[in-house]
């Protein structure tokens, strides 16, 4: 969808220009995420917002280590985050492995890609996690509530919400 095509936001003019570009060093960031989120003790400090998700491809078979930041809502794991590869996997059915600091667990994923539900969602996700919120281009008004011309902006350049229930 080209930029002329995209419809007026409804909410606005955002504040943000949208979710930040992947740095270049983002793999050396999330392996040392993730050799962190493995040392006892230290996990839990460190993961306090993060988890480890264990994909599986759909067409390598292959299981990638993913971090990511989450907010928990309504007994799920709540991701926002830009269409990835991951996500796309995840897409393909089936529960997932999730390390929160211990022992994998199982949960199920649903990759919520609808306006309204990324809106609402991703609006929870940046009250609980302000750091989520400007990477993924979320801005906040001047009464602390998230912007919303800028989430919606989020939503039209790509951003889902994965909710990841226990199996």
């Known amino acids: 969808m080209s930029a002329e095509s995209k419809p007026e936001n409804p909410y606005g003019t955002p504040t943000t220009t949208g979710p930040e570009p992947i740095p270049s060093y983002q793999g050396a960031i999330n392996k040392l995420i993730r050799t962190l989120l493995r040392v006892p003790g230290l996990s839990r400090g460190v993961g306090k917002r993060l988890a480890t ?64 539900d990324v809106m609402r969602l991703f609006e ?31 939503w039209q350049q790509g951003g889902v919400v994965v909710a990841l229930t226990p199996h």
Do not use: C, M
Request: net charge positive.
């Open 53 to 116: 998700l264990h994909v599986v491809g759909r067409k390598s078979g292959k299981v990638y280590d993913v971090p990511v930041a989450y907010t928990r809502h309504d007994g799920a794991l709540l991701i926002g985050t830009a269409l990835r590869p991951w996500v796309k996997n995840l897409q393909s059915g089936g529960p997932i492995e999730v390390s929160l600091g211990g022992k994998p667990q199982s949960f199920d994923p649903v990759v919520y890609t609808a306006e309204p």
């Open 124 to 154: 929870i996700i940046a009250e609980d996690n302000r750091a989520n919120a400007k990477f993924n281009g979320i801005g906040f008004a001047a009464d602390g509530t998230p912007v919303r011309a800028d989430i919606y902006q989020t």
